[in-house]
Nanobody, 126 residues
Framework: QVQLQESGPGLVKPSQTLSLTCTVS??????????WSWIRQPPGKGLEWMGA???????YYSPSLKSRTSISRDTSKNQFTLQLSSVTTEDTAVYYC??????????????????WGQGTQVTVSS
């Protein structure tokens, strides 16, 4: 079955760029019928969809984060990445990568997605 695994630094300083990678196994990120998303959950708050890349390579961003977010992929490694620039303490959250057959921009729970990684904690602190 498809498995997703997030990786990246757990601590980022304010004003720096947060970079995370999602490594996918058991399925190709170029499959046209799927969207590969980044989602986060700040402490004590709900899930926030950040953006997605489709199997064809089209990229979609949350309007509220678009100015600071960049999503890309490396098809040779079956990975997709998230970069969030100019981070503040408000960006402290658990970050997830996930797959779905359509864009889910208002997730109620992580299980709204078809499959997802275990999540990785990122703390923004000096």
């Amino acid at each position: 079955q498809v498995q997703l695994q997030e990786s990246g630094p757990g601590l980022v300083k304010p004003s720096q760029t947060l970079s995370l990678t999602c490594t996918v196994s058991g399925g190709s990120i170029t499959t046209y019928s799927y969207y590969w998303s980044w989602i986060r959950q700040p402490p004590g708050k709900g899930l926030e969809w950040m953006g997605a890349i489709s199997g064809s390579g089209s990229i979609y961003y949350s309007p509220s984060l678009k100015s600071r977010t960049s999503i890309s992929r490396d098809t040779s490694k079956n990975q997709f990445t998230l970069q969030l620039s100019s981070v503040t303490t408000e960006d402290t959250a658990v970050y997830y990568c996930a797959r779905s057959p359509r864009i889910i921009a208002r997730p109620a729970r992580i299980s709204d997605y078809e499959c997802w990684g275990q999540g990785t904690q990122v703390t923004v602190s000096s």
